[in-house]
């Protein structure tokens, strides 16, 4: 059931479509004016407006742009006796869905409606999924070091300056993708998509395709036509991760279309303009890459129209505990895990290290001692980190090992973790390699290696 506004001056026409839309089950609100139209939207927001442009005191078309905010979220539906084009155009960029052509079919004007509501629910589910998406942007950015304050605050400034070309550094693991993200949900571009594409993850011979999309028969496989990231994005923002992955024919491609704002789908003749922002990022030394001839100068210099560079976890330290909160509040409710904090012990460690793989480490951290843990706070001994002090004294009583008070091998270490992760499993290895991130292949492949090792050492 649907709310429908119907404004058409015909009195035995308005009165069978009221009809047969009540029948239908929907709530209908018919108007034979105008003004009797701008009163009920001044009073309620309909689902659906059935509008009729030849009105007596006024063009439809005017109503519609006159009331253009009040309709944002109610599908508009425009009803003509004469096919005008012009009408017709100006119809579709105010944003109208359809068109109802007089003398109406009972059938065609259900199923009409029924396409328009439906593609209505879809857009509206789409916005509450994006306002979900930055809503839970907001709640992710933790900054409590001055260091990243500062580039939050310089993402405000490019948000609020509309340029179209960003250029984020930084080492991997330091939440460049979410600068970037924060960066367009500060936009006038927040309301459009938002699409990240991997330039190390895609194949060099899909990358061109996932980009530009293709045309019908550009190539054996290209059964129909497809739209590429650009295409998709218009009027929002790509993210372009990885930029330095990119190959010299694809950056000259790219520069492309950063320099005249269009371009042509794989196979195509048409050009198609688009207005995006491009975020690219990168993890590489781009002038390296420039003075070794495997990254394009002019590329560069367009995508450095505003560099941000984010700083290591190591550089922003006043972040590492609130972050690692962050992590185990998430994690405590997707392992249903009721652990309350880190130890102080726990805690110094956690500063103390040099996270070389920056938050994304972190946040590995602090899952994987979840999973481990057995206490109400997570210790030492359930902390795996890369030449860290990572087994305290009772962690070594507990397992048996002796190990050293201040270094411990890493062979040794993993073989702990998966001792201790098949005691936790029952010996299952399917559970087992499910706590520990592996594959069970990967499982088997290292308990096999235990069975020789220790058969090699009696």
């Not at 078309?61 to 539906?77: M, P």
């Not at 949900?185 to 011979?205: F, N, T």
Request: hydrophobic residues 40%; proline residues 3%; charged residues 30%.
């Amino acid at each position: 059931m649907a709310m429908i506004q119907l404004v058409e001056d015909e009195k035995l026409l308005r009165w069978s479509l009221t009809q047969r839309l009540e029948k239908a089950g929907h709530i209908v609100h018919s108007a034979e004016t105008l003004a009797e139209a701008s009163e009920h939207l001044r009073r309620h927001q309909p689902d659906l407006l059935l509008l009729d442009l030849s009105l007596p005191d006024g063009h439809g078309l005017d109503f519609y742009q006159t009331n253009r905010d009040r309709l944002e979220g109610t599908s508009v539906v425009i009803i003509t006796a004469v096919g005008d084009v012009e009408d017709a155009v100006r119809a579709m960029k105010l944003g109208a869905v359809d068109f109802l052509t007089k003398p109406v079919e009972h059938e065609t004007l259900i199923q009409l409606v029924n396409r328009s509501l439906e593609l209505r629910s879809e857009q509206l589910e789409a916005l509450a999924a994006r306002s979900t998406r930055e809503r839970r942007l907001t709640q992710e950015v933790i900054a409590h070091s001055p260091e990243f304050k500062r580039i939050l605050e310089i993402g405000d400034e490019v948000a609020r300056s509309q340029v179209s070309t960003v250029l984020v550094q930084g080492e991997s693991g330091t939440g460049k993708n979410l600068v970037a993200r924060y960066i367009h949900a500060g936009s006038a571009r927040r309301g459009k998509p938002c699409l990240e594409v991997s330039c190390a993850a895609i194949p060099e011979q899909l990358l061109e395709s996932e980009l530009f999309g293709y045309e019908q028969g550009a190539f054996t496989d290209a059964k129909r036509m497809k739209r590429g990231t650009f295409e998709l994005a218009d009027s929002g923002t790509v993210v372009l991760d990885e930029i330095g992955e990119l190959t010299l024919p694809l950056q000259a491609k790219l520069l492309h279309v950063l320099e005249e704002r269009y371009f042509r789908r794989v196979g195509g003749v048409r050009e198609i303009h688009v207005d995006i922002c491009i975020i690219a990022l990168t993890n590489r030394d781009l002038r390296a890459m420039i003075r070794e001839r495997t990254f394009r100068e002019d590329l560069f210099y367009r995508l450095n129209v505003f560099p941000i560079t984010v700083p290591s976890l190591r550089e922003r330290r006043e972040d590492i505990l609130p972050l690692a909160s962050y992590f185990l509040r998430q994690f405590r409710a997707k392992l249903d895990r009721h652990c309350g904090g880190f130890t102080r012990e726990a805690e110094n460690l956690l500063l103390s290290y040099s996270w070389p793989g920056n938050v994304r480490e972190l946040r590995n951290t602090v899952e994987r001692a979840l999973i481990l843990e057995r206490s109400e706070l997570i210790g030492t001994r359930s902390l795996v980190l890369d030449g860290a002090v990572g087994l305290n004294t009772a962690a070594e009583s507990s397992t048996g090992l002796g190990l050293p008070e201040q270094i411990v091998p890493l062979a040794t270490i993993e073989r702990t973790m998966v001792e201790r992760a098949m005691a936790i499993a029952s010996g299952n290895q399917t559970r087992a390699a499910e706590l520990l991130g592996i594959t069970r292949d990967q499982l088997r492949y290292r308990l096999k290696k235990y069975e020789e090792e220790a058969a090699t050492s009696q």
